[in-house]
């Protein structure tokens, strides 16, 4: 295999092995962006020399380090020394950190290898870059964290950091065919992270497999994240709630959503279906409300010294943010908390509640528009894990994925399932385009 389709954890491996060296493997995956970039966009920023060079000083290494002579892309809302951090906005084009952010730094410690920045839409919120979804360049690859999602999807790295606010991890990896994963709220530092919502905010890891994502994050948590080799109970539970969220499904995806729940089923997993509370339908619009107020609070600076550069969308979301009261905000964040206390419990002991990604396909690209991130806002807004896997291919040849959720601080546990699942149901590279 070429060595810029193999997994990070197929990667590191023959790197240990000596079967691979980090410079043939740092090359080719440059070849791989030379080729695809033009039509794809995903990168803002590549420094080939830098890399080549760590490359070669990793080879001469001793190959003990987790991420030893891996290369990885890095989302372009965090700070990262040797490329400026620009946020998909003019008023930090020449913003040259100079310190990482902790998750650059963590994964540099552990033997990462940056090859560049990745594409972001402005500020991590709206106003998505010109990337191209490389299933096919007319869709979007999804925001907001659409390079980190591209780009390993294209082969061009192995492993990508993104965050998530809303629904920017999760949903580009489902629109790319790739796993995307959301640890817990705060289970890795956010330092160095150009901030939006500060209740909402999570570094996210880009991955071709559960174990990369569960190897990535990891690193990024200071503790390593296991997927457990079998069920707990002999068997995975798998919690399901097919109303929740359906009437904003595509039939593409509320039909594939069937035919995975029936493989699994066949492959001996026990499907417990659940109620959720109606408060939990309300999650997705106090995730709106309070990412709104959050903000406009965040980028206060942006607007009075440089509102002219903000974009025409921007702006319109962050007035609508200072409209928000504080009582309105206050009782979005009690319903949350409500629905947290909740959530252990509605679970009824499975081993993870199974879910849409995304709407269905990824749409015609949009200068306006990445996505609908409706089936991510409750997880984010609630601060628990969730990972999508690639598990098919829809009538108009673009991934389809489903979603797995856990319990807040249970990452193992739902990685473990997750692990299991896409074990049972998919490949994980659906329709490679070479």
Not at 274 to 282: E, K, N, R, S, T
Request: glycine share 10%.
């Amino acid at each position: 295999m070429k060595p810029e389709f193999l997994t990070a954890t197929q990667a590191l491996a023959l790197l240990r092995s000596g079967g691979l060296t980090s410079e043939r493997l740092v090359s080719a995956c440059l070849d791989r962006i030379a080729e695809k970039e033009p039509e794809l966009g995903t990168w803002v920023e590549i420094n080939a020399g830098q890399a080549l060079e760590q490359a070669r000083a990793c080879d001469r290494q001793a190959p003990g380090r987790p991420l030893h002579g891996l290369p990885i892309g890095v989302k372009d809302v965090l700070e990262t020394t040797g490329f400026p951090t620009r946020c998909q906005s003019p008023i930090y084009a020449g913003a040259q950190p100079s310190i990482d952010a902790y998750c650059v730094a963590a994964a540099r410690r552990a033997g990462a290898i940056v090859l560049g920045k990745t594409t972001t839409s402005e500020f991590a919120y709206v106003t998505p870059p010109a990337t191209r979804n490389p299933h096919h360049p007319g869709h979007s690859p999804g925001g907001s964290s659409s390079g980190s999602a591209a780009a390993v999807a294209a082969h061009m790295v192995p492993l990508s950091l993104s965050t998530q606010t809303g629904g920017s991890t999760i949903r580009p990896a489902a629109y790319c065919g790739i796993v995307g994963f959301k640890p817990s709220f705060g289970l890795i530092n956010r330092a160095g992270l150009k901030s939006v919502a500060e209740s909402l905010d999570t570094i996210g890891v880009m991955a071709r497999s559960v174990d990369d994502a569960a190897l990535l994050a990891g690193v990024m948590a200071y503790r390593p994240l296991h997927c457990a080799p079998s069920p707990p109970r002999g068997r995975y539970r798998i919690a399901v709630c097919p109303d929740y969220l359906q009437p904003w499904a595509q039939q593409d995806a509320r039909e594939h959503m069937a035919e995975v729940a029936h493989r699994l089923e066949a492959a001996g997993a026990e499907l417990v279906p659940v109620a959720l509370p109606g408060i939990f339908g309300q999650l997705v619009h106090d995730q709106v409300l309070i990412m709104e107020y959050e903000a406009a609070r965040a980028l206060l600076a942006e607007q009075r010294e440089h509102g002219d550069l903000l974009s025409p969308g921007l702006r319109e979301r962050l007035e609508r943010g200072w409209r928000h009261t504080w009582d309105e905000y206050r009782r979005a964040q009690a319903r949350a908390a409500a629905c947290r206390g909740q959530w252990p419990s509605l679970l009824a002991g499975a081993d993870a509640f199974m879910t849409y990604s995304a709407c269905g396909q990824a749409p015609p690209v949009s200068p306006d528009h990445a996505g609908d991130s409706i089936m991510n806002r409750a997880w984010t807004l609630l601060g628990v894990p969730c990972i999508t896997l690639p598990t098919g291919i829809g009538d108009q040849g673009l991934p389809l994925g489903i979603q797995l959720v856990g319990e807040a601080g249970g990452d193992d546990a739902l990685l473990g399932a997750a692990r299991w699942v896409a074990g049972q149901s998919l490949s994980t590279d659906p329709k490679r385009r070479e």
